[in-house]
């Protein structure tokens, strides 16, 4: 069982920053793919951005050119630098990773981006 922990949210101005990581309990060189997903308040969960073993990012349209994510292989740790934070950025923000075909979710972070 693989366990994702999640840390950096909180509160912040419209067009601050925030920077959130996950670390992971096992050796993240054999995840086949790292990620952040968010859901705001009656929505539904979303992908923010993700990175995979061969280093291959995608990002959703919403925040193309202002979050970063990036994968330390040898802290276990997957982490996504947000900046120019908007209103509509406000969500609990979930770490997600895929090992050998089995998805694993953190517990979520909140990110709150006054206006």
């Known amino acids: 069982q693989v366990q994702l922990v999640e840390s950096g949210g909180g509160l912040v101005q419209a067009g601050g920053s925030l920077r959130l990581s996950c670390v992971a309990s096992t050796s993240t060189v054999t995840a086949t793919a790292m990620g952040w997903y968010r859901q705001a308040p009656g929505k539904q969960r979303e992908l923010v951005a993700s990175?995979?073993?061969?280093?291959?990012?995608n990002y959703a349209d919403s925040v193309k050119g202002r979050f970063t994510i990036s994968r330390d292989n040898a802290k276990n740790t997957v982490d996504l630098q947000m900046n120019s934070l908007k209103f509509e950025d406000t969500a609990v923000y979930y770490c997600?990773?895929?090992?050998?075909?089995?998805?694993?979710w953190g517990r979520g972070t909140q990110v709150t981006v006054s206006s």
């Open positions: 997600n990773g895929r090992w050998y075909l089995r998805t694993y």
């Open positions: 990175v995979h073993s061969g280093g291959t990012t």
